[in-house]
């Protein structure tokens, strides 16, 4: 298996480092700590905060360095980096292309129904699953996956529900190592069938962490958030979405991270185009000798 397919399944990957919603990963070290937190802001504060960042955010394109390190099949410490772009339209069609020298090598991708990624080199492959079956499949294998619309998720652009709704689950303090606990708000929310936990900053209101769990309160991703900064706005809305521009995603049972750094982000009422989410149209643009359905009864992808 090479190295480069090795780096793509870092994105449906089993991760069973234990936390739960509501249940802290870290406390606070002393009740000195305790004394000096501010107030605790509702929801209905934070939900503004979010609206305001990214209630207008439905299409993205942006250029982006990733880089993918993990452990190949050898048990050799790896690291692959290239540059390309980073796209979305809502609801949940997302799409990295990495490359490196002017050539696409390898496209990460999902659409409402489905998730892919193809290879561009050594015989070009490309694989296929379908999300609503992801879960199942790779948990009698390999567990929880992370799937590359995830990574929406993982960088909060996926609006909140409004308050009120029984899908918001708690708020309280953070108690996220390496977090300001007494700046910082946990916001628990269901994804249908997952629960996203965002870490805010009450100052800024910008989110600083994400963690993705499964409803056992198993992890499935947790990222660390920086870098905000404005997405140049060409649609004619009224504001500009603020976003992370820089994004570290731990994978921890995989001993595995994706790091996404984004610039030039903006909407754009022309990019990103829908091509780059028509499955059967890249097979066709970039000539994929192969095709491998991920089956939800087969121990390993066929053709």
């Keep these: 298996m090479s190295s480069v397919r090795l780096a793509a399944i870092a994105f449906v990957v089993l991760l069973t480092f234990q936390t739960g919603c509501g249940t802290s990963s870290s406390r606070l070290e002393s009740e000195e700590d305790a004394a000096v937190e501010s107030p605790q802001p509702t929801y209905d504060m934070l939900y503004a905060g979010a609206e305001r960042r990214i209630g207008t955010l439905d299409r993205l394109w942006a250029r982006s360095v990733t880089s993918l390190r993990y452990v190949d099949a050898e048990g050799e410490r790896r690291r692959d980096q290239g540059e390309g772009f980073f796209l979305f339209e809502r609801p949940g069609s997302v799409a990295v292309l990495i490359g490196k020298l002017g050539e696409m090598y390898l496209i990460l991708g999902a659409d409402d129904a489905r998730y892919w990624w193809l290879e561009l080199f050594e015989g070009r492959r490309a694989y296929v699953g379908e999300t609503a079956e992801a879960a199942e499949a790779s948990a009698r294998a390999t567990g929880v ?7 929406l998720l993982a960088l909060d652009l996926v609006r909140w529900p409004e308050p009120g709704s029984p899908r918001v689950l708690s708020v309280e303090r953070s108690s996220l190592a390496g977090v300001d606990a007494s700046r910082t708000a946990a916001i628990c929310l269901d994804e249908s069938g997952r629960v996203r936990r965002v ?7 910008d989110p600083v962490a994400v963690e993705i769990l499964a409803t056992d309160d198993t992890l499935i991703a947790r990222s660390r958030l920086s ?3 404005r997405v140049l706005n060409r649609v004619g809305a009224p504001v500009e979405p603020r976003m992370p521009m820089r994004a570290e995603i731990d994978l921890p049972e995989a001993d595995a991270r994706i790091e996404l750094s984004l ?9 990103p185009s829908d091509a780059v989410f028509d499955f059967a149209g890249l097979l066709d643009r970039y000539r994929i000798d192969e095709v491998f359905e991920i089956r939800q009864n087969a121990d390993d992808p066929r053709p």
């Design 227 to 229: 870098r905000h900064g």
């Design 145 to 151: 996956p992370v799937l590359p619309s995830d990574v």
């Design 263 to 271: 610039s030039r982000a903006a909407m754009d009422p022309r990019r």
């Design 199 to 205: 870490h805010v900053d009450t100052v800024s209101l």
